[in-house]
């Protein structure tokens, strides 16, 4: 990965776990999409055949685009049983920010908290 994007990757996951940028869902399934003054970021998971491997396997893609909508790089990670060690730490770093921007436009961590009360209410 270029240093350029791991560097945009690193701060987008921090920003992100702080709740500093407002991410949503587009129209494609497990894809979010956040706009900046410069710009607008992709960040999508999806399942893809690799031969030799039992089942599809995740792949995480971040793309960025310019202002006018043109996409200008992205970087994308497939995990499978063969790649190497610098290869997982970026397909680690691509699957925190999926999750971490899923969970936080699906509201999973209110929706927890809600069922905790709920249940501690019951006691």
């Known amino acids: 990965m270029h240093p350029k994007n791991e560097a945009l990757l690193d701060r987008l996951t921090?920003?992100?776990?702080?709740?500093?940028?407002?991410w949503n869902e587009t129209s494609l399934a497990d894809q979010f999409v956040v706009?900046?003054?410069?710009?607008?970021?992709?960040?999508t998971r999806k399942h893809v055949s690799i031969l030799g491997e039992?089942?599809?396997?995740?792949?995480?893609?971040?793309?960025?685009?310019d202002v006018n909508g043109n996409e200008v790089d992205s970087v994308s990670?497939?995990?499978?049983?063969?790649?190497?060690?610098a290869t997982k730490i970026e397909f680690g770093k691509l699957k925190r920010l999926f999750n971490l921007v899923s969970r936080n436009v699906r509201h999973v961590d209110q929706t927890i908290d809600a069922l905790l009360?709920?249940?501690n209410e019951n006691k």
């Open 14 to 22: 921090e920003v992100t776990a702080q709740n500093g940028i407002t």
């Open 54 to 65: 039992v089942s599809p396997c995740p792949q995480y893609t971040l793309s960025i685009a």
């Open 117 to 119: 009360s709920d249940l």
């Open 77 to 85: 990670v497939t995990f499978s049983s063969k790649i190497a060690t």
């Open 35 to 43: 706009s900046l003054g410069s710009g607008t970021i992709f960040i």
